[in-house]
Each structure stands twice: as structure tokens, then as C-alpha cells.
């Protein structure tokens, strides 16, 4: 049974930095395509960041470019997304979201690639 688990999400003020934590069980994280996404009230979810199997090629949505990173610790089974400068705009639930071994059509960015999703973190920027 795959089971990913997020954490680290809190409130904090703009400019400030968070790091989320996504533990996979039942799922090899190295091995796979792995997610993140994020949903404000009122808004669809939306990719945030994405890395390929074995810490492989890493993709960002525009708006989080140079600000956020993910990477993965393959001991620990576990994706992070470390978020820097936030902006009150990032106010969001993410999600860690695993997906197959390849992404042969660059569908990184689409809910539909992804197999699993975790119960996602809150994470709350105020001005």
C-alpha cells in the first residue's frame, strides 16, 4: 500500500522559508517521478515542482522558479520542497504527489500523471 505522508507546513511571514518533507512508504522515491503540487481556496491545483527518477531533471512552475527547490533523500524515502522568499501568493495546501518511472511526454506539470497523492500541508504566508 503506497502511503505518502507531508509535513512541515506552518504560517509564516513573507520573505520567510519553509521546507516540506513528503515520506513515501510502499514507494521507491528514487525510482520514480515524484511532485508537488499546491491548491489555494477557490483555485485548482496547481504543479509546483517535479523530479525525475534518480534525482534526474527537476522542473518548476514559473512563479516558484529560483525560489523554491525539491530534491530527495533516497535513505530516507523522502522528497522535500524547500520554499524561500515566500510571497503571500504561495499561501496554499501542498500535496506530494508520486508518479510512474518515465515522463516521456512532458506531462510533469498535470494531476493526471501523478498515481498517488498525500493528504497534503497547509501552508499560510501573511503580508
Known amino acids: 500500500q503506497v502511503q505518502l ?3 512541515g507546513g506552518g504560517s509564516v511571514q513573507a520573505g520567510g ?15 520514480n517521478c515524484m511532485g508537488w503540487f499546491r491548491q489555494a481556496p477557490g483555485k485548482e491545483r496547481e504543479a ?3 523530479i525525475y527518477a ?3 531533471s527537476t522542473y518548476y512552475a514559473d512563479s516558484v522558479k529560483g525560489r523554491f527547490t525539491i530534491s530527495q533523500d533516497n535513505a ?6 524547500q520554499m524561500n522568499s515566500l510571497k503571500p501568493e504561495d499561501t496554499a495546501m501542498y500535496y506530494c504527489a508520486a508518479g510512474p518511472k518515465f515522463d516521456l511526454g512532458g506531462r510533469w506539470y498535470e494531476r493526471t500523471f501523478y498515481n498517488y497523492w498525500g493528504q ?5 504566508v501573511s503580508s
Do not use: D, F, I, P
Open 120 to 124: 497534503g500541508t497547509q501552508v499560510t
Open 48 to 50: 509546483v515542482a517535479t
Open 17 to 31: 522559508s519553509l521546507r516540506l518533507s513528503c515520506a513515501a512508504s510502499g514507494y521507491t522515491v528514487r525510482s
Open 76 to 81: 530516507k524515502n523522502t522528497v522535500y520542497l
Open 5 to 7: 505522508v507531508e509535513s
Open 54 to 56: 534518480r534525482g534526474g
